[in-house]
């Protein structure tokens, strides 16, 4: 079965640490993610602590290493969360993703949903197999 990655965009005010006013997010977030567990979808979920306390490695052209610690300036582009889930197929996992309650109440902000590559509990080559698989038929609807 197909697993998907329901991405947490972060607002201003998580890369500041803040939490939001609002008493009833934290149990209507564990009354859903325990409704996705109850049936059977829920694989992981967590919050994220801001980009100030993490680091990237960028690579260059010759696949050199170079540590950049945070915090990191597109808020836009960076994730505050994620729920792990395993679905029959896109429809199911969209159908979970518009019951997501909305993560910082009172400000826009946004959830990105993708599917993970399959083959992460298969045997290395099986995996790199379907990986590459993927891949192919990737560039091929592209």
Same mark, same amino acid.
Request: hydrophobic share 40%; aromatic share 8%.
């Given at each position: 079965?197909?697993?998907?990655?329901?991405?947490?965009?972060?607002?201003? !005010?998580?890369? =500041? *640490?803040?939490?939001? #006013?609002?008493?009833? @997010?934290? +149990?209507?977030?564990?009354? $859903?993610?325990?409704? !996705?567990?109850? =049936? *059977?979808?829920?694989? #992981?979920?967590?919050? @994220?602590? +801001?980009?100030?306390?993490? $680091?990237?490695?960028?690579?260059?052209? =010759? *696949?050199?290493?170079?540590?950049?610690?945070?915090?990191?300036?597109?808020?836009?582009?960076?994730?505050?969360?994620?729920?792990?889930?395993?679905?029959?197929?896109?429809?199911?996992?969209?159908?979970?993703?518009?019951?997501?309650?909305?993560?910082?109440?009172?400000?826009?902000?946004?959830?990105?949903?993708?599917?993970?590559?399959?083959?992460?509990?298969?045997?290395?080559?099986?995996?790199?197999?379907?990986?590459?698989?993927?891949?192919?038929?990737?560039?091929?609807?592209?």
């Amino acid at each position: 079965m197909p697993r998907y990655m329901i991405q947490v965009r972060a607002t201003s !005010m998580s890369e =500041a *640490g803040e939490f939001p #006013d609002d008493p009833t @997010l934290v +149990p209507r977030m564990m009354a $859903f993610h325990d409704e !996705m567990a109850q =049936a *059977g979808v829920l694989l #992981d979920g967590a919050g @994220l602590q +801001p980009s100030s306390q993490g $680091f990237r490695v960028h690579y260059d052209a =010759a *696949g050199t290493p170079a540590v950049v610690d945070g915090p990191f300036a597109e808020t836009k582009e960076l994730v505050a969360g994620y729920t792990l889930i395993e679905v029959r197929d896109r429809d199911e996992a969209l159908a979970w993703a518009r019951r997501f309650p909305a993560p910082f109440p009172g400000m826009a902000c946004c959830i990105e949903v993708r599917p993970l590559m399959g083959g992460i509990d298969l045997p290395p080559e099986d995996a790199e197999r379907l990986i590459r698989e993927e891949l192919a038929a990737i560039r091929q609807r592209g």
